[in-house]
C-alpha cells in the first residue's frame, strides 16, 4: 500500500482566490570558489500562489525546490527578482521591516528530527515563535500551545517529553504546529512526508487538508514524488535545473503534459489505478545524467535529454508561456497530447 492508495486529498481544483504570493523572475546563484565559478540553484523563476490553494513544486533532487522554497518565505536573500507577498514586496525588506511580515508566512521541514531542538521540550519548540512574537503573556502561551497541539492531533499529555521520545509523524506534528502558532496565510513546506513511512505519510497530508480547510491556509507544496503533490494540488509547478518548465492543473498536467520532461517523470510514475488517469501513456525514458548547475546547457536546460530536441533548443531559452487555459510551459515544441 502506498500514501497515494489510501488518501483522495484533493480531487477537484477549488476556485482560484486572489494572489497572495508572486514571486517574478526570481534567481538564487552561489559563488564557488576554486574555482570560482556561478551555481544557478533557482535561475528566474516566476509564479503565482493564489489564496487558498496549493501549489505543488516537483522535480528531482539538487533541481532547486528548497532553495526556491527558502527565496519564497525570504530565508535566504535572493540574487535577483522580487517575491510579493500579501500586496508588498519582501524581497529587499530590512530585518526590521520583515519582522511583522514573518508571522504570516511560515515554513515546514522535510526532516523534523533535525529542524526540532533534541534539547527542548515540545510544548516549548511551539511556544517559541509565540514567544518570538510577542504573543503574549504566559497563560496566553500556554494555552494556545495547548490548542495547537490539539489541531495538530498531539495529545496534550506529551508537551512536555523531548522530540526523541515521538514518532516520525508526531515529530512532523510538532513542526505542523509551530508552523501553524503565528496563524500564518501561507505556509511552505518543504517535503513534509518525504522522510516517513507511507503509511503515516497518508495521515500527515491529510492533517494538511484538514487544517487547510479550517483555517483557510495556502499552501507551496515541495516534493519530489509526483503522486504525492497530485493528490494535495491544485496546480503544480515542475522544476529543472532550476527553473520552471512546466505550471499546471494537477489534472491536466497528468491528462496531457505538454513540456517533454514532465511527461518524462509521469512515465516514471507507477500507474494509479483510481479511473481518473488515462489508460495507455507513452513512456520516455530519461538518459544521461542531470547537468551540473554550474554548467547548464545554453539555450533549454532540459535539451542534453529531450528527444524531441532541435538546433533552436540550444541557442534559445524557452520562455514560460501559455500554451493551453490553464497551462504554461517554457518549451519550443510543447507536446500536444
Ligand atoms: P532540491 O531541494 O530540489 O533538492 P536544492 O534547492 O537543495 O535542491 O539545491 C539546488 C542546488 O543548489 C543544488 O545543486 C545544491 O547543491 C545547491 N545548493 C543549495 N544550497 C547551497 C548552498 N548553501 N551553497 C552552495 N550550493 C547550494
Ligand atoms: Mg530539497
Redesign the pocket.
Known sequence: MTAQDIVAVRPDARPAGDVLLRATDVTKH?T?SRPRRT?R??DGVSLEVRTGETLGVV??????????GRCLVRLTELTGGTVEFDGQDISTLSARRLRPVRPGMQLVFQDPQASLNPRRRAGDIVAEPLLVHRYGDAGAVRRRVAELFDVAGLAAAHLDRYPHEFSGGQRQRIGIARALATDPKLIVA?EPVSALDVSIQAQVLNLFADLQEEFGLTYVF?A?DLGVVRHVSDRIAV?YL?EIVELADTEALFTAPAHPYTQALLSAVPDIDDGTQTASRERIVLTGEVPN?VDKPSGCPFRTRCPYAREICATERPRLTATAPGRLAACHFPLTG
Open positions: 552561489y564557488l551555481l540553484a533557482v522535480g528531482e533532487s539538487g533541481c532547486g525546490k528548497s532553495t526556491l518543504d515541495i519530489h522544476m532550476g548547475p
